[in-house]
């Protein structure tokens, strides 16, 4: 395994992990119901994906 001739500094080290930072997840509206819903996932409100039913949702009373 390699070992390093020399310290790296502390400016060296960051200026490469500046690169690495979280990213916010795409948000789109639901065509069924209009409420907030990640790309590629299940509506949580309704219950539809793609326009079509895909879980069915408890009716809460």
Known sequence: M????????????????????????????CSNCGS???YHRVCPECGYYRGKLAIEKKATA
């Open 36 to 38: 907030s819903v990640m």
């Open 2 to 29: 390699a070992h390093p001739k020399h310290k790296h500094s502390k400016t060296r080290r960051d200026k490469r992990r500046t690169h690495y930072k979280a990213t916010a997840p795409t948000v789109g509206t």
